[in-house]
């Protein structure tokens, strides 16, 4: 017993048990969803996080601990995100053809999206700082951080509201898209892409390669636009909505 | 692979040096994504071991999440008394801008293109 808890103790503050941990506990959710038919709401960022955050609770690891390994696995963000320029170059000439609406669709998906999460958060009695915190919650962490500290919320809860708002995207996504027949992998990334950014990216790649090149576009234009459009919207719509 | 993933470090590293030179709001990864798409425009498209590991790293874009989202343990507190508040928009808000880029791509390319998407 006092063996099993001294190599546990030893095993706890070092990065690898975590590290390791996340890998086995991902590669299971994937079986998880391949035994499930592939469908979205066995999402496996929602299954790992679920069980991940069990057994740091069930093991008192504070979360600062767990990342000191799983942060090897966060740093591949970056180069996974430069990567996304080479399927993207795989559609460029549809991307080109249909810029048009492709640029309707994101204005007009991104302004729905943030300010009905404003209107509907105040018209439910929340604090004006929860309203800013919420707005930006459909664009990447880093640039939906900057946006709310900018805008006067409150960026650690904007952190929080992201993540939920892609596992959102990606577990309820493709299939309110088909409900509304939008049926085409183009329309259901982009969709993905706008509302849900990093991790409905993810999940439009499981969908195909068309998708998730949709979804990477809207994804950047989305960090772009609103981290442009918000700060000088808002005002404006705050004043309609008399606050 | 790992002369593709020296480009991908390269062009991010790249990315942040141009991100904090002109104060952009924009993560370096992001700028390193379109700085490797004019590269491939140039170039007329990427090699089969570059395709082979964007691939590779684009297949598991849910794991790279994982830690980041695990991360929420340490917030969820902070949803606290507006905790319905908060949901119910982000919930409502999220279908909102799914369905509205969503129908509208598909509406106007359907119209571009009949023939295209069914």
Redesign the interface.
Known sequence: MNAANEIWVYLAASPLIWLAL??V??RGAQEVQRRGGGHPIL???LI??AV??VI??LTQTP?AR??DG??F??F??????????????GQ?SRLVA?W???A???A???L???L???A??GL????LA?QLS?AP??V????AM??AERLGG?P??T???V???????AV??DG??KR?????D???G???G???H??G???A??ISETA?AFA?L?M?LN??LT??ALPLLLPWIARLLGH | MISALALFLSLQLAGEVIRLALHLPVPGPVIGMVLLLAILILRGGPSVELRATSNGLLQHLSLLFVPAGTGVMLHMGRLGDEGVAILTALVISTLIGLAVAGLILHRLTRQANPDQTP
């Open positions: 996340t890998l506990v991902y999402n496996p960022v790992s996080v991940l955050v740091l609770t979360y767990y990342f799983a942060q696995v966060h591949l963000l970056g180069p996974a995100t430069v990567a996304l320029a080479v399927p993207l170059h460029l249909l048009r609406p492709l309707i669709a994101l007009a998906g991104s729905a999206a943030a009905s999460a404003y509907i958060a439910m009695g929340a604090s929860t919420l919650k459909s990447t962490t880093p640039i900057g946006i409150l650690s809860l952190a929080v509201l993540i939920l708002t892609g596992i959102l995207g309820a996504g309110l898209l509304l027949r939008v049926t085409d183009a329309s259901i982009f969709a993905l706008v509302a849900s990093g991790i990216t993810a999940r790649f499981q998730g990477a809207a950047g960090g772009l981290s442009i």
